[in-house]
Each structure stands twice: as C-alpha cells, then as structure tokens.
C-alpha cells in the first residue's frame, strides 16, 4: 500500500488519527487525514465536558461532525471517551457519591446511545490507574464513588450500544513491569473472569525521551491479548526526530503486527503542529504536512508483512 490505511488494510488492521473538528476546514490537514487515515478519533469533541455541558443537556454538534467527516469518507471511528476523571462539565466536577455515579451512568448510556451502531469501539473509561509504584486506582469524585464504578460504566454502555467493542484506555500502561500496568492488566482479568463487557485496552503511547518505547512493549500487548481481548494503539506519539524517531515508530508498529489481537494503530494528532505537545515534534508529518521519516517508516513496516 502506498498509504498508511491501505498498507495496514494488507494485515487486516487499521491506521487511525486524532482530528479536531476545528482543523476540518484546513484543506492541508483534510486532504492528508483522508488519504492517509482509516480510523478516527475525536481529539476534544466527544469528552464529557463537550458532549454533556449542562446536565442532561447533551450536545453532539462538534462530535457529530467529526463523525459525519468520518463516514462521509468511508472511515470508522473510535468514540473517546465517555468517562475520565478529567475533561468533566464543570456541574459534574463537583458531584459526589450516589448523585455523581447517576450522573456519570446517564452521560454514558446518553452519549453511547446517540452513538448507536456507528462506533467501532468506545473508550468507556479512561485513565482510572494512578502513576508511580502503588499499582491501585487514581483518587478522583468517580473513584470515591465506589470502586465498582468501572464495570458500572462498561455495563452501561454495553447496554446503550451493544455493538461497539468496549475498551478501557490508559497511559503509561506500555511497560510490562510498571505497577500501572500490572494493575490495569489485574482489573482486565477480573472483568473477563466474571464476565464484565469488555472488549479492548487502548495503549495511549505517548512516548518521550522519559517515558521512552519500552523494550518488553510487545510483551506488554501479548500479556493483554492473551486475556482475550483486543488491544488497540489509541494515541500515538513519539517525542524525537530524524531515524531515532523513525525506529522508535517502527518498534511500535512492528510490535502490534506482531500480535494477532493488536487490531489497528492511531496516532494522535496528523501533523506536528497539530499536537498537543505545543512546541514538540512527536508525529508523521511536518507543519507543512511533509512526510517525515517517521512516516516511512511506519508505511515500510506496515508493507513488510
Ligand atoms: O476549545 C477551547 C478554547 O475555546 C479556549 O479558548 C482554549 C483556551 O484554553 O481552550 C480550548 O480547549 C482546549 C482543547 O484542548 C482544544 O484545543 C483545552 O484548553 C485543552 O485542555 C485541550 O487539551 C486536550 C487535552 O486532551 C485535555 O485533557 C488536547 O487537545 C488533547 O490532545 C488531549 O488528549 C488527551 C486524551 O484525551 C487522553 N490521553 C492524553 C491525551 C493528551 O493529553
């Protein structure tokens, strides 16, 4: 294949991209998000706070317009995300227990249901682990609501939108031997073992010179597969340039195809000056919307199975 999506096509996979509804007129950024691109998610415009900014009040416009762009161009989507500590309508930041679990359950079954039939899977719940070494939930108004709130959510939108694949969203979960990660996969197993929907893990994959590609990243995307379910790269970016740069995005995508259940790869955002590192340089294309290395890379692997 001679695009991203066509070469991914060749191993059954996608290749999806991050838009904003508000670049959709930039004809540069377009016509490279439709040539190149097979999946797409909404960078803002699906989040709580945009899709529910007065309760029970919902508003689809800027979401439902990045999902007409998608299927007026014969792509899918990725809904994201439709519970997260962060990104709540300023009515839901203050809530607690039972009004707030109510809340968050509406938002759910709302916005899934609006969604109906046209999402290929949903980040039900995103970044519910805490960092560091304590392998345990992030404190938040949702946590402290109970801890079951997770499956709550995952019931909810199974119920709302039984056809779209469910999938729980995380960063900092790439490396095996991170206690995050340990413990998203703990939560996973549990789910699966008694039957809670889930379908999915979304590996964020922002990735930095701190936070770099770890060496065990496909034994990380096994670990999960093996639990039966799919795993999905969900927002990719690598801070860097030039080959270094290249050969980390080709560790990347080497390390899905190399996994049956790795079923596609997004990368967050089209161009560098379209991410939201502000002044790094983390994607496949330039701010002209050259492609950069990085993307050769990428195309050559994705080509190479
Ligand atoms: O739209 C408003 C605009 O009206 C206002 O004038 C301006 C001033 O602050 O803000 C604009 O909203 C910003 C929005 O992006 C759209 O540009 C928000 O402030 C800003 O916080 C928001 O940042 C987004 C961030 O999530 C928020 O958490 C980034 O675009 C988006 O790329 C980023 O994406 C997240 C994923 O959802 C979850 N994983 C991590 C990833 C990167 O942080």
């Known amino acids: 294949g001679s695009t991203l999506q066509d070469a991914a096509k ?64 014969g792509k899918q989507v990725r809904g994201h995300a439709l519970a997260w ?8 930041q203050n809530m607690s227990g039972t009004q707030l679990r109510n809340a968050m ?6 916005v899934a249901t609006h969604y109906k039939g046209k999402i290929y899977a949903w980040d039900v719940v995103n970044e519910a682990f805490a960092d560091g070494s304590s392998g345990g939930r992030r404190d938040s108004n949702l946590e402290r609501t109970g801890s079951d709130w997770i499956e709550a959510a995952f019931r909810a939108a199974r119920a709302a939108d039984p056809g779209a ?30 039957g809670v929907p889930i379908d999915c893990v979304g590996l964020q994959s922002h990735f930095n010179p701190q936070s770099p590609v770890p060496a065990n990243y496909q034994t990380t995307i096994e670990r999960f597969a093996a639990l039966g379910v799919d795993v999905q790269i969900t927002e990719l970016d690598i801070e860097g340039s030039g080959q270094q ?41 330039d701010g002209s919307g050259n492609k950069k290395a990085a993307y050769t890379a990428v195309l050559d692997t994705l080509n190479s199975v």
């Not at 999806?16 to 999946?39: Q, V, W």
């Not at 998610?41 to 709580?48: F, I, P, S």
């Not at 945009?50 to 762009?69: K, V």
């Open 10 to 73: 060749g191993s059954g996979r996608y290749f999806g991209t991050a838009i904003a509804a508000s670049r959709l007129n930039d004809s540069t950024y377009s016509t490279i998000a439709n040539r190149e691109f097979n999946m797409i998610t909404a960078e803002n415009e699906m989040k709580m706070d945009a899709t529910e900014p007065n309760q029970n009040q919902f508003n689809f416009s800027q979401g439902d317009r990045i999902l007409n762009w998608a299927q007026q161009n």
């Open 85 to 92: 500590y962060s990104q709540q309508p300023g009515w839901m």
């Open 105 to 110: 359950l509406n938002h759910v079954t709302g």
């Open 165 to 194: 694949k469910l999938c729980y969203n995380d960063y900092n979960t790439d490396d095996w031997t991170h206690a995050k990660t340990q413990g998203v996969y703990r939560m996973v197993s549990d789910f699966k073992s008694r």
């Open 245 to 285: 740069q290249a050969e980390n995005f080709r560790k990347v995508t080497q390390a899905c195809l190399n996994v049956a259940r790795c079923t596609g790869i997004t990368v967050w955002g089209v161009r560098d000056t379209d991410s939201w590192r502000a002044s790094g340089t983390p994607l496949l294309f």
